[in-house]
Each structure stands twice: as C-alpha cells, then as structure tokens.
C-alpha cells in the first residue's frame, strides 16, 4: 500500500470514530483531499488509492492538476479557495463544486456562465477583518437572489476557523455554522444540506458538530513545503 494509502486508512479511521462519537452515519461525511502544492503524480496516487474528492485552492495549479490527472469518470474537484473577479471565468469548466461562494457579484459571476454546478455559501464566524467569507447578512443577501438561479444549486455552508492547536477552540463556530444553516434553511425555505468544515487539525470536532465535507490536506498528504 502506498503512504498515501496508509494516511487515507487512518484519516477514514478517525473520521468513523468521530461518526461514532456523534452517532452519526459515516456515509455522511464525505473526505475532499486538499491538494494545493501536491503534485500531479501524487494526486494519481491518491485516486488509486480510492479519493475521490479533492480540493483546490488556486485556479492555475488546479487547471493542471485535473489535465494531469486524468479524466478519472467520478472523480470530483471541489474549489475551496478565494477566488478573485478576473479568474470567475475559470471556475466552471474545471470544478464541480464551489465552496468559496462569498459575495453576490461571484454568484452572478458563476451563474452567468450557464453551467450546473454545486455551491457553498462561505460564512465568517471569527469576526476577524483578514478572513474571507461573508457575514450573516451577505450571507442573506446571496439567498435572496437564489430563488432566479437556474444553473447553480446551492446544497450548504462552508467555515474557515483561525488555526488553534486545541480544536475545542473552534466547536462553538462549526456548531455555530450548523445552527445558521438551518436557520437560513428555515427563513427561505431551502433545504441546504451540506457543511463543510473540519480540516486536518480539527476534523473530528467537526464531525461530533454536524461536518458532511472534511477538507484534509496535512494528514493525508504531509507537510506542505
Ligand atoms: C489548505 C486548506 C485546507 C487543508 O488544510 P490542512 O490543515 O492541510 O488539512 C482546508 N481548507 C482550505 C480552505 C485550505 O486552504
């Protein structure tokens, strides 16, 4: 089996733990392996050894991994980076899914390019002026216009806590995300079902608070260099 394999087994085996824990079903969280300064080869690597999900942070390291790659059928790439005006042209064509949906022109941006894809609405609950993502009323805002979109489906929330060495630092903001979600869910009458939150410092206590998509780069890949 190969390190990758190896680091996959024991992250799958910590996250079914946390499953455990909050008596959840494992087949709720789905693992997107984040593969920013990870190399094509090892990306292969990573879709034999059975993941099927991954995430990317920037558009033009993306753009090669998923050429490199190679048109593996179900695999899924997931943009979970800040993504700025002039590369929104980018995103459609190379990911499935957008979890970094923080501001109403990129919703536009996106939607105008008439192609189906998943969106997260990115939701800042550190109050801190440095990190991306919305507050709760942008957050409101972008749902007000969700009703007209055709091509985009809006399936949940995504959350970037600061870094903390103690993950129970961060409990109250993924219980917090959870908690908005249904709130919102219940205002506009939606049914967003996904969170995602949780990386490799702090996924199990994402999972005890409702995680359905771990984004885990560390753990299975290493060290970034
Ligand atoms: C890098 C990154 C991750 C993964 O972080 P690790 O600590 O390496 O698991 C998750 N989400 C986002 C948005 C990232 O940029």
Request: hydrophobic share 40%; charged share 30%.
């Amino acid at each position: 089996m190969s390190d990758i394999g190896r680091a996959l087994e024991a992250v799958r085996g910590r996250m079914e733990k946390a499953c455990a824990r909050a008596g959840r079903d494992p087949g709720g969280v789905r693992l997107v392996a984040v593969t920013k300064t990870v190399d094509a080869g090892r990306v292969r690597e990573a879709i034999d050894a059975g993941v099927r999900d991954f995430g990317e942070n920037y558009v033009q390291e993306a753009r090669v991994k998923i050429d490199a790659a190679g048109a593996a059928g179900d695999v899924r790439w997931h943009m979970i980076g800040h993504i700025q005006s002039n590369k929104i042209k980018y995103i459609p064509g190379l990911f499935d899914c957008v979890h970094t949906v923080d501001r109403t022109s990129l919703l536009d941006g996106l939607e105008r390019h008439g192609k189906p894809m998943d969106i997260l609405f990115e939701v800042n609950l550190s109050a801190e002026e440095t990190k991306s993502g919305t507050d709760l009323d942008g957050l409101k805002k972008m749902l007000e216009r969700v009703s007209g979109l055709k091509y985009l489906r809006p399936v949940g929330l995504m959350t970037m806590p600061p870094y903390t060495a103690n993950p129970e630092d961060v409990r109250g903001i993924f219980r917090q995300l959870r908690e908005v979600r249904d709130g919102v869910n219940a205002q506009f009458g939606l049914a967003m079902k996904e969170l995602s939150m949780g990386m490799s410092s702090d996924f199990e206590v994402a999972i005890e608070e409702g995680a359905t998509m771990v984004r885990i780069g560390t753990a299975l890949f290493g060290e970034r260099i």
